[in-house]
């Protein structure tokens, strides 16, 4: 069964980066389709960003362009790198793949 165990947020000024990380036991990671979510406060989890095992990705429209989702499988970890962050960037991060997510990590862009 795979847990999932996200790790890296915090608080940055506008402009900043983070990189946020996403371990995960099981021996399967390597052929999952991995993703990482979002949920700002009062709004709907969105989905951010997707990797799939052989390493093509896809991205939301608000991040692409200063996110990079990535993953290495022999350490069945995935890494969400964040550049010029935003306030509206603002959000607890989910590490998701199928039904199981892991506990989040927030992030806050503020000045």
């Known amino acids: 069964q795979v847990q999932l165990v996200e790790s890296g947020g915090g608080l940055v000024q506008p402009g900043g980066s983070l990189r946020l990380s996403c371990v995960a036991s099981?021996?399967?990671?390597?052929?999952?389709?991995m993703a990482w979510y979002r949920q700002a406060p009062g709004k709907e989890r969105e989905w951010v960003a997707t990797?799939?095992?052989?390493?093509?990705?896809a991205y939301a429209d608000s991040v692409k362009g200063r996110f990079t989702i990535s993953r290495d499988n022999a350490k069945n970890t995935m890494w969400l790198q964040m550049n010029s962050l935003k306030p509206e960037d603002t959000a607890v991060y989910y590490c998701n793949t199928g039904q199981k997510w892991g506990q989040g990590t927030q992030v806050t862009v503020s000045s």
């Open positions: 990797i799939i095992s052989g390493g093509n990705a």
């Open positions: 099981g021996s399967i990671f390597s052929i999952l389709p």
